[in-house]
Structures are given as C-alpha cells and as structure tokens.
C-alpha cells in the first residue's frame, strides 16, 4: 500500500522544519540501549545468569583444601625433679575429593547448563521490548506533530472563513449568525491547538526519557512509504514461528526441563553416592618434652561411599513437592503457548485491519476535500451556509489526523506483530528507518 503526500499548509510545513538535524529511529534505538535502566538491568542479568551456568560445573569438577594445626604444650613434671617442660606440634594436610557418582549433582549441572538458554531468552526478549517502546515513543511524537500541525492549518482555514463571514454581514450579504458561528469554531480550534501543543510537549519528554537525549527530533515519514513490507502469510504462519521462537514460550519451555530435573535431584536421595577422595599430610614436633619426637608423612587415597537409608520421610516429600511443581510448569509452558498464539494473532488482524484503515482514511480525505471544495464554491453562490463550511473543514482535517496516526500504529502493530512471534530484531529497526526521511 502506498501513501500519498498529504496536502499540508504553511503551519504544518513550519512544525515539521529542521530536520536536517533530526534522528533517526535507528539512532535512536542506539542511544537508548546505552540509557535504557530496563535494558541495562536486562544485560547485567544476562551476565549474572551465563556465571551462574558456570557455577554448575563446579558440581563435577574435584575439590581441594588445605589445613594445618599449631598447637602448644605446657608439661607440669611434679614428680620428676627435673621440672616443668613445653613442647609443640604442627601438622598440615591436603586433601582432595573427585566426584564419581552423584546423581543430584549432574541433575544440578544440567540445571546450571540450561541457565545460558534462559539467559538468552531473557535478554532477547528485552531487547524486542526495547525496540518495541523506544519506537513507540518515536511514533507518538511523529503523530503530535502532524496533529498539532493539522490543528494549526485548520485555525488558518477558520480564520479566514471568520474574516469571510465578516465582511459578509459588514456588506450586509450574511447575517451576523454566519460570524458567530465561524468565532465559536475558530475558539474551538484554539483550546485545540492548545492541547494538541502540550500533548507534543508531554510526547517528547516521554522519548527524551527513553533514549537519554535532549530535545531529540525524530524523521518524519517519506512520502510514498510502503507500510506493509514484512506483513506476510496469514495469522496461522505467524502462530507457527511464536510458538518456535517466542523468547517467553522458551523460557516456559526451560522451566519445564528444570523442573524435570528438580525432581531427578529429588530421587537422587534415595540413591548412593561415590567419591575419589585423597589426603597427604605432616606432622612436625618441638620440644625435647614430647610424647613422641618422631616426625611422620602420611598419604592415604581412597573411595567414600555413602548409602541414605532412612530421611524421616523429607526425600519422599521433597519428590512429592517437586512432582507437583513439575505439573505447575507444564501448564505455565501451556498457559505462555496459548497467550503467545492469542497476541500474535490479535497483531496480526491488528495490522491488517489498520492498513485497510489507512486506505479507507486516504479515500475519506479525498472525498472530504471535494466536498470541502463543493461547499465553498456552494457558500460563495449562496446555496450553502457557514456552518456547512466550517463543517466541511472540520472533517478535512479530522480525517488528515486519522490517517497520520493510522500510518504510524500501522508501523508499530508491525514492530508488536513480530514482538509476538518472537522474531522481532534489531535489524528490522534498520528496515523500518528506511521508510523514514526526505
């Protein structure tokens, strides 16, 4: 679908100036991932989550310390007349242990493993969300503008119909309810402009937010935008590549697995463990008064193995607990299946619906401006009043900012579609910029 350059008046030309200095969306997607607090909170839990996943190797990996003792003795000879003594030992020891069978630590590997996965999903799905918002901001801003731009370019029309009007009546060639009728609707326009102005005002605030930038002053729409470039195949393709790669269908999908494993680890109390375990260790003595004044090495290696028989039942209700918790995540994963289908295919009609919105505006606009027209010329012979006029105008511009504002939530229910279907990238911002500019 192609969009006509839309008539615009001197006023909306002045609004819509200076945009040789404007940003673009992709600039602007750019300075907001380094601003972003929800992204840059997203990023540092995406690092904290892949050391977590390296936490878990440590479940297989042998363990190693080392310790020593220092001890002294005071020996109290009451009997010997040779007197009192003191004597020291000092031993250290190094030990070492390598797991051999423990099955709730490989159940805990597995878990820590699946932490990248779940890290990745997470941080996927703030950066769809980023997009998703900053480019909402954009938007919103571009649609104030172009609204307040209409506003003013209707207070012009009004005005010189309200100068029309009266001239009229001061020739005596209308009646004073044509002047008026043409003052109350230029007092209308103006609370208008006035709201259309701080809605602008409170627009840009919002983008400034996001993207951490000062005053900044998005591209406007190229004349002749193509606005449905990516929107192919029907509702049910897209519920297809959700389900896929939907990053909030992965992480239900993950949490399932973990609590799969939850549950072997769970069982593992029932089972034996075995360990490789090694220690290497020496003694020294001080002192002539000393049991034994024999310094010793000693080296052991070894298996430890260790059978649970009896919990007090805690390892039979801790598989109980996890068995449930198990069941509560596959229909979490069912739950996230179904609302990720449900908003995937309410974008998708969303964006449909909105360009078949967009051509009927452009239809609506071309046929308000030929009674527009009709109506003048009617006014001007004497076979339409006023009000028709003014009407007339009313609905011109109406309709301008209708189609203005159904460009953009085209735009953005197509950022919201992919959202949804998961597939939403940075690139896609980039393709999006190429519709915006001179």
């Given at each position: 679908?192609?969009?006509?350059?839309?008539?615009?008046?001197?006023?909306?030309?002045?609004?819509?100036?200076?945009?040789?200095?404007?940003?673009?969306?992709?600039?602007?997607?750019?300075?907001?991932?380094?601003?972003?607090?929800?992204?840059?909170?997203?990023?540092?839990?995406?690092?904290?989550?892949?050391?977590?996943?390296?936490?878990?190797?440590?479940?297989?990996?042998?363990?190693?310390?080392?310790?020593?003792?220092?001890?002294?003795?005071?020996?109290?000879?009451?009997?010997?007349?040779?007197?009192?003594?003191?004597?020291?030992?000092?031993?250290?020891?190094?030990?070492?242990?390598?797991?051999?069978?423990?099955?709730?630590?490989?159940?805990?590997?597995?878990?820590?493993?699946?932490?990248?996965?779940?890290?990745?999903?997470?941080?996927?799905?703030?950066?769809?969300?980023?997009?998703?918002?900053?480019?909402?901001?954009?938007?919103?801003?571009?649609?104030?503008?172009?609204?307040?731009?209409?506003?003013?370019?209707?207070?012009?029309?009004?005005?010189?119909?309200?100068?029309?009007?009266?001239?009229?009546?001061?020739?005596?060639?209308?009646?004073?309810?044509?002047?008026?009728?043409?003052?109350?609707?230029?007092?209308?326009?103006?609370?208008?402009?006035?709201?259309?102005?701080?809605?602008?005002?409170?627009?840009?605030?919002?983008?400034?937010?996001?993207?951490?930038?000062?005053?900044?002053?998005?591209?406007?729409?190229?004349?002749?935008?193509?606005?449905?470039?990516?929107?192919?195949?029907?509702?049910?393709?897209?519920?297809?590549?959700?389900?896929?790669?939907?990053?909030?269908?992965?992480?239900?999908?993950?949490?399932?697995?973990?609590?799969?494993?939850?549950?072997?680890?769970?069982?593992?109390?029932?089972?034996?463990?075995?360990?490789?375990?090694?220690?290497?260790?020496?003694?020294?003595?001080?002192?002539?008064?000393?049991?034994?004044?024999?310094?010793?090495?000693?080296?052991?290696?070894?298996?430890?193995?260790?059978?649970?028989?009896?919990?007090?039942?805690?390892?039979?209700?801790?598989?109980?607990?996890?068995?449930?918790?198990?069941?509560?995540?596959?229909?979490?994963?069912?739950?996230?299946?179904?609302?990720?289908?449900?908003?995937?295919?309410?974008?998708?009609?969303?964006?449909?619906?909105?360009?078949?919105?967009?051509?009927?505006?452009?239809?609506?606009?071309?046929?308000?401006?030929?009674?527009?027209?009709?109506?003048?010329?009617?006014?001007?012979?004497?076979?339409?009043?006023?009000?028709?006029?003014?009407?007339?105008?009313?609905?011109?511009?109406?309709?301008?900012?209708?189609?203005?504002?159904?460009?953009?939530?085209?735009?953005?229910?197509q950022l919201k579609l992919r959202q949804a279907a998961g597939v939403l990238k940075a690139e896609d911002v980039q393709t999006l910029n190429n519709l915006f500019g001179q």
């Amino acid at each position: 679908m192609k969009l006509r350059l839309l008539p615009l008046s001197l006023s909306l030309a002045a609004a819509l100036a200076g945009t040789a200095q404007a940003q673009s969306l992709a600039q602007l997607y750019e300075a907001a991932k380094g601003h972003d607090a929800a992204f840059k909170a997203a990023q540092s839990q995406y690092q904290a989550n892949l050391a977590k996943a390296e936490q878990a190797k440590a479940l297989l990996r042998p363990t190693a310390g080392l310790g020593a003792t220092v001890s002294e003795s005071d020996f109290d000879n009451r009997i010997n007349a040779a007197g009192d003594a003191r004597y020291g030992t000092r031993t250290a020891t190094l030990s070492a242990s390598q797991p051999l069978y423990r099955p709730a630590n490989w159940a805990g590997y597995q878990q820590g493993m699946m932490q990248v996965g779940l890290a990745q999903a997470q941080l996927k799905a703030a950066e769809q969300e980023l997009i998703v918002r900053v480019s909402q901001a954009y938007f919103e801003v571009l649609t104030a503008q172009e609204s307040l731009a209409f506003v003013k370019a209707q207070k012009t029309a009004v005005s010189e119909q309200l100068a029309a009007a009266k001239r009229n009546f001061e020739v005596g060639t209308s009646t004073i309810t044509d002047t008026r009728e043409a003052q109350a609707r230029f007092d209308l326009v103006t609370a208008q402009e006035i709201a259309a102005e701080n809605d602008l005002r409170v627009k840009k605030l919002a983008l400034d937010q996001s993207v951490g930038l000062q005053n900044a002053q998005p591209v406007a729409l190229k004349s002749g935008a193509n606005l449905s470039p990516t929107v192919i195949g029907d509702a049910e393709t897209w519920v297809q590549q959700a389900t896929a790669q939907s990053p909030s269908i992965e992480q239900a999908r993950i949490g399932v697995e973990v609590a799969q494993l939850e549950t072997e680890k769970a069982k593992a109390g029932h089972m034996p463990t075995l360990d490789l375990t090694a220690s290497y260790g020496g003694t020294r003595f001080r002192g002539d008064a000393s049991p034994s004044r024999v310094n010793n090495n000693t080296g052991t290696i070894g298996l430890s193995f260790n059978l649970p028989l009896y919990a007090g039942h805690a390892t039979q209700n801790r598989i109980q607990e996890t068995v449930s918790l198990e069941e509560k995540a596959r229909n979490d994963l069912n739950a996230a299946q179904r609302s990720v289908a449900q908003a995937t295919r309410t974008a998708f009609f969303g964006v449909q619906s909105g360009l078949g919105q967009v051509k009927a505006l452009e239809a609506a606009e071309a046929s308000s401006q030929s009674a527009l027209d009709a109506n003048k010329l009617g006014y001007q012979v004497g076979v339409r009043i006023n009000i028709d006029v003014l009407n007339s105008q009313s609905q011109l511009f109406q309709t301008k900012r209708d189609l203005a504002k159904a460009r953009y939530d085209v735009l953005l229910g197509q950022l919201k579609l992919r959202q949804a279907a998961g597939v939403l990238k940075a690139e896609d911002v980039q393709t999006l910029n190429n519709l915006f500019g001179q």
